[in-house]
């Protein structure tokens, strides 16, 4: 069983309003080192597979398809437990 | 010959009565709800895709919907030509499904708004608007909705643009920032395929179809379509 971490992000180009709005209020609460905020998704899959290579085109299928939407949303994805 | 119509339900839709009212006791025509683990009937000539929160609005709003056993005869029906309305989470959903061009967001402003906004008819070649809306005629239907923020990639921008049947404007038809609800690109309410058969659009035709509860700009949309489908 693998357990594999994927994050999904809003792409770069697109304005993320919730991490704008995160930024203000705790520059606003006094944490004026925080220059910049992003929100994202995180999950956690357990896959039933031996290893990354033989569960990679699942995996690829799976955060394009599914965990994310290509048109507003980048993915990265490691294998955290073998 | 008069349409037949069906509304597609999902767990979390909140608005399909409203549609099953409008259509039967408004409209007066026969309409099937159709759970979304079962088939829209092949002899329906209009599909009604209703608003709410579709699956708790879980991963994003609209894409597990979009997934749903249902939609298979959804896309079915769009190949075939039969006429498919989306509103607010029905949008969300045929977006998800890769039937419309383009994504929806969260609103810009971060609030849920719930208003009645103008609308512009941005083609007269539609069966959504034929025989009521001329380009550049305005209309007025209520939006509900945090996640009504239009965005269409580089590469759809143009299909988004050549596609859009209305867009959010002010009461002379002015097209402008300040009349825009939610941050979507060109001020997009409503967009359609290619083809043109298949409709989504933030704004709620379903509850502007009575004088009594705020105007009957929305029937005119549903009307339409019955003329339209029936005519397919």
Same mark, same amino acid.
């Given at each position: 069983?693998?357990?594999?971490?994927?994050?999904?992000?809003?792409?770069?180009?697109?304005?993320?309003?919730?991490?704008?709005?995160?930024?203000?209020?705790?520059?606003?609460?006094?944490?004026?080192?925080?220059?910049?905020?992003?929100?994202?998704?995180?999950?956690?899959?357990?896959?039933?597979?031996?290893?990354?290579?033989?569960?990679?085109?699942?995996?690829?299928?799976?955060?394009?398809?599914?965990?994310?939407?290509?048109?507003?949303?980048?993915?990265?994805?490691?294998?955290?437990?073998? | 010959?008069?349409?037949?119509?069906?509304?597609?339900?999902?767990?979390?839709?909140?608005?399909?009565?409203?549609?099953?009212?409008?259509?039967?006791?408004?409209?007066?025509?026969?309409?099937?709800?159709?759970?979304?683990?079962?088939?829209?009937?092949?002899?329906? +000539?209009? !599909?009604? =895709? /209703?608003?709410?929160?579709? *699956? %708790?609005? &879980?991963?994003?709003?609209?894409?597990?919907?979009?997934?749903?056993?249902?939609?298979?005869?959804?896309?079915?029906?769009?190949?075939?030509?039969?006429?498919?309305?989306?509103?607010?989470?029905?949008?969300?959903?045929?977006?998800?499904?890769?039937?419309?061009?383009?994504?929806?967001?969260?609103?810009?402003?971060?609030?849920?708004?719930?208003?009645?906004?103008?609308?512009?008819?941005?083609?007269?070649?539609?069966?959504?608007?034929?025989?009521?809306?001329?380009?550049? +005629?305005? !209309?007025? =239907? /209520?939006?509900?909705?945090? *996640? %009504?923020? &239009?965005?269409?990639?580089?590469?759809?921008?143009?299909?988004?643009?050549?596609?859009?049947?209305?867009?959010?404007?002010?009461?002379?038809?002015?097209?402008?920032?300040?009349?825009?609800?939610?941050?979507?690109?060109?001020?997009?309410?409503?967009?359609?395929?290619?083809?043109?058969?298949?409709?989504?659009?933030?704004?709620?035709?379903?509850?502007?179809?009575?004088?009594?509860?705020?105007?009957?700009?929305?029937?005119?949309?549903?009307?339409?379509?019955?003329?339209?489908?029936?005519?397919?």
């Amino acid at each position: 069983m693998l357990k594999v971490h994927v994050l999904v992000h809003l792409r770069p180009d697109i304005m993320d309003v919730q991490g704008q709005a995160i930024r203000e209020a705790v520059r606003g609460a006094g944490h004026d080192v925080v220059d910049g905020v992003r929100v994202g998704k995180s999950f956690y899959l357990d896959i039933d597979a031996r290893d990354a290579d033989s569960a990679r085109d699942e995996i690829e299928k799976l955060c394009t398809e599914t965990l994310s939407n290509p048109l507003l949303e980048d993915y990265t994805w490691e294998v955290v437990e073998q | 010959m008069s349409a037949r119509w069906a509304v597609v339900v999902f767990p979390g839709s909140n608005c399909e009565q409203d549609f099953v009212t409008a259509v039967r006791d408004v409209l007066g025509r026969e309409v099937v709800e159709v759970w979304h683990k079962d088939e829209v009937p092949e002899d329906v +000539d209009c !599909i009604a =895709i /209703p608003g709410g929160f579709s *699956y %708790g609005d &879980y991963l994003r709003a609209g894409s597990l919907a979009a997934m749903s056993p249902v939609m298979q005869s959804v896309k079915a029906h769009a190949e075939r030509g039969t006429l498919i309305i989306g509103v607010c989470n029905g949008f969300q959903v045929l977006c998800e499904a890769g039937l419309l061009p383009g994504a929806l967001m969260k609103n810009t402003s971060l609030r849920f708004r719930c208003i009645d906004v103008f609308l512009r008819a941005e083609r007269e070649d539609s069966p959504f608007t034929a025989g009521f809306l001329k380009k550049g +005629d305005v !209309i007025r =239907i /209520p939006i509900a909705h945090g *996640y %009504g923020n &239009y965005y269409a990639p580089a590469g759809q921008i143009g299909a988004a643009e050549k596609q859009a049947l209305f867009t959010y404007c002010g009461a002379d038809g002015r097209v402008e920032d300040s009349t825009n609800p939610n941050g979507s690109v060109m001020n997009i309410a409503g967009v359609t395929n290619e083809r043109g058969n298949v409709l989504g659009m933030m704004p709620h035709p379903e509850r502007a179809v009575e004088a009594l509860i705020g105007g009957t700009d929305g029937l005119n949309i549903l009307k339409a379509m019955d003329r339209e489908g029936a005519k397919a």
